[in-house]
């Protein structure tokens, strides 16, 4: 059975970092594209970033560019998402993903996707 199970949410000050661990089981991650995804009250899951490393391809979203990394390990099946200078506006539920498409032009939708984590709470408050 395919689970994804996402872990390292918080509260962090503006400014902080927090890395995010998404382990998959059930399956090899290394033959799906791993997405990032986050949501916040009353807006729309948004994508953050997404990665096939059997492809070489990562991808993030512009407003995250230079702040935010993501990246696997393939031996522990994990993909991490390591958050820096982050915001206010970075606070939200962050949920990983996972699917067969390659981080194509539409790795930003949540519909490229066909397996979803529980999420984890980030909030950015002094």
């Known amino acids: 059975q395919l689970q994804l199970v996402e872990s390292g949410g918080g509260l962090v000050q503006p400014g902080g970092s927090l890395r995010l661990s998404c382990a998959a089981s059930g399956f090899t991650s290394d033959y799906y594209s791993i997405g990032w995804f986050r949501q916040a009250p009353g807006k729309e899951r948004e994508g953050v970033s997404c990665?096939?490393?059997?492809?070489?391809?990562?991808k993030l979203a512009d407003s995250m560019k230079g702040r935010f990394t993501i990246s696997r390990d393939n031996a522990k099946n994990t993909v991490y998402l390591q958050m820096n200078s982050l915001k206010p506006e970075d606070t939200a539920i962050y949920y990983c993903?996972?699917?067969?498409?390659?981080?194509?032009?539409?790795?930003?939708?949540?519909?490229?996707?066909?397996?979803w984590g529980q999420g984890t709470q980030v909030t950015v408050s002094s």
């Open positions: 990665i096939r490393s059997s492809y070489g391809i990562t």
């Open positions: 993903t996972a699917g067969t498409a390659p981080c194509g032009s539409r790795w930003w939708h949540p519909s490229e996707y066909e397996h």
